[in-house]
T-cell receptor
Framework: EAGVTQFPSHSVIEKGQTVTLRCDPI?????LYWYRRVMGKEIKFLLH????????ESGMPNNRFLAERTGGTYSTLKVQPAELEDSGVYFC??????????FGPGTRLTVT | KNEVEQSPQNLTAQEGEFITINCSYS?????LHWLQQHPGGGIVSLFM???GKKKHGRLIATINIQEKHSSLHITASHPRDSAVYIC????????????????FGKGTKLSVKP
């Protein structure tokens, strides 16, 4: 069974540009989570999908971040326009229920 | 003060030593997770527990709900155990937020020397 995959593994963009991160959860997992770790801080929750619906987006930092999960399969997280403080590692996780979560390898985003 | 606190922040051990990493939390929880992150690697779930104790190989995780404290133990440590160990909790119904979203500690960086 394939695990959670994320693309790209690393993205370097300039301030003001747009970046879209993708997460493919484990097939059949209804729950999909986005998390972020910025330098020197703990990992923070961004949002939670159940199938295609946003269950909780209380962790989204501002309206420059837009997450979608069309069809309840893969999810995208778009940052537009990117700012320097958006740099960090973005993790995606999926789970079949609210139990154990399976994490992807993360996308390292660097905004210069 | 973070809702999930880990200690120590960094830990260096000699191969074969018994290791303990501690986690304290200040919110009501439905479950506590121990995760492992290798350098440059993704995050792997080691344990999810809501009471008592779990064991997997050389790893043991315990939780005391009354004291809001959990420990991760590694017996007969090995250099391949070197990684960042992260404690995370799922808030309970009173905490708010969606069921399952995790609150993370800052992690404990473990280095096991041969």
């Amino acid at each position: 069974e394939a695990g959670v995959t994320q693309f790209p593994s690393h993205s370097v963009i300039e301030k003001g540009q747009t970046v879209t991160l993708r997460c493919d959860p484990i097939s059949g997992h209804d729950n999909l989570y986005w998390y972020r770790r910025v330098m020197g801080k703990e990992i923070k929750f961004l949002l939670h999908f159940v199938k295609e619906s946003k269950q909780d987006e209380s962790g989204m930092p501002n309206n420059r971040f837009l997450a979608e999960r069309t069809g309840g399969t893969y999810s995208t997280l778009k940052v537009q326009p990117a700012e320097l403080e958006d740099s960090g590692v973005y993790f995606c996780a999926s789970s079949p229920t609210s139990g154990e979560q399976y994490f992807g390898p993360g996308t390292r985003l660097t905004v210069t | 003060k973070n809702e999930v606190e880990q200690s120590p922040q960094n830990l260096t051990a000699q191969e074969g030593e018994f290791i303990t990493i501690n986690c304290s939390y200040s919110v009501g929880i439905s479950a506590l997770h121990w995760l492992q992150q290798h350098p440059g690697g993704g995050i792997v779930s080691l344990f999810m527990l809501s009471s008592g104790k779990k064991k997997h190989g050389r790893l043991i995780a315990t939780i005391n709900i009354q004291e809001k404290h959990s420990s991760l133990h590694i017996t007969a440590s090995h250099p391949r155990d070197s990684a960042v160990y992260i404690c995370a909790v799922s808030g309970d119904m009173n905490y708010g937020g969606s069921q399952g979203n995790l609150i993370f500690g800052k992690g404990t960086k473990l280095s096991v020397k041969p």
